[in-house]
């Protein structure tokens, strides 16, 4: 599996990984939940402090530049000061209490910060990063939710194909021979690509930010050129548990945003996402992501939806002839205004949103 390729070349602390290729991975199954978490967890802590640092990497997607870039950033700044042996730092805990102890208004411990952002990258490149997690992934699909997520989203263009007859609002033509896009996409040979779903998926494009097979383009969706005509439209997206990874809340506005760029007129989204941002998040609820962003801001129609133990399935139709209403979304989905946090204090929460 390509997966199991690595171009590594040098660590942060300038250990050599050429003869340490990522083939060395054996991941445990029961292992696979606490690396997707930790790879989650500091990729958060790393864009909040990037942008503490005014550090903007949006012109790249690639894992490997960011690192590389990193590791000149903090060769540059770490070498200027003087002082850092003398500042000892229980790193796992400064990173627990990054947002509470890290601000914009507080310059004085910006050297404190490049060593956090040092330990982060070491441990990120040491650990096999993003490939590794797309490896935890994979067998996090069969071990944690009982198969890949496009079993659902089969299922349900099935049935929307069935019930056509008695909804022809629905449009047929759009339900089958559909040109598909699939961000974050880990495997050629998921549900969705079985050869007797052809009638129904005509041609799959499929995108990832690191691509372990040819036929999976390395592409961060966030930086596609937007489609200049309606041929570089899709009839169907699927963009199953990717918003979570993006670890910028006003980033994840954007990719919902460009979800909406990228569908056709009657087009589908097939949104997947932890059960845990629309349930235990207080800032999200599934009703605020359902109807007030992707119907009052999206307009896009909920067609389907499931709850699992652990993850939650949607189906949206865009809405023909209708348009982003960024006003509203702007207006109220900015900066974590949208919940009344307090109400849900008393139990463990998460702080997933989205923002405009
Ligand atoms: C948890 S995996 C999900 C894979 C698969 N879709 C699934 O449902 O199991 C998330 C994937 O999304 C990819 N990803 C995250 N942000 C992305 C972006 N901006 N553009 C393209 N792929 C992205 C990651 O590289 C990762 O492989």
New binding site residues.
Partial sequence: MGLLRSNKRTTITGKNLNNKTVNTINIKPKNTKKI?NRYHFLIKCRAYIFKLLQIDLIKT?DELEINEFVQSYLQKRLNKSKGNNDIKLDYENELLQLRKKYNFNDKSKDQELLLILKFITTEIIDNGG?QR??LA??M??QSN?GG???KKLMEWILELNDNVVAAPELKQNHFIGMNTL??????ID?ILSKNKYRKFINNIER????SNHPEIAK??????DLPSNETEKFNLI?????????PDEY?RGE?LIRLKQFCLPNGLVFL?LPLSCVENSRFMTSELLVNEIMGKGLNFKLLKEHKSNKIVYYLFQNVEGTEINKKYLKQHFNKRNHIDSSSKKNFKMNNFSISF
């Fill in positions: 997707i997607d993003l997690y797309q992934s994979i996090g699909q939710r890949d997520s496009s699939e961000i974050g996409c880990l495997r998921n995108i990832d930010l690191n592409q961060d969706f966030l930086l596609r699927s963009c199953s548990l990717v918003v979570n990874f993006v980033k990719m997947v």
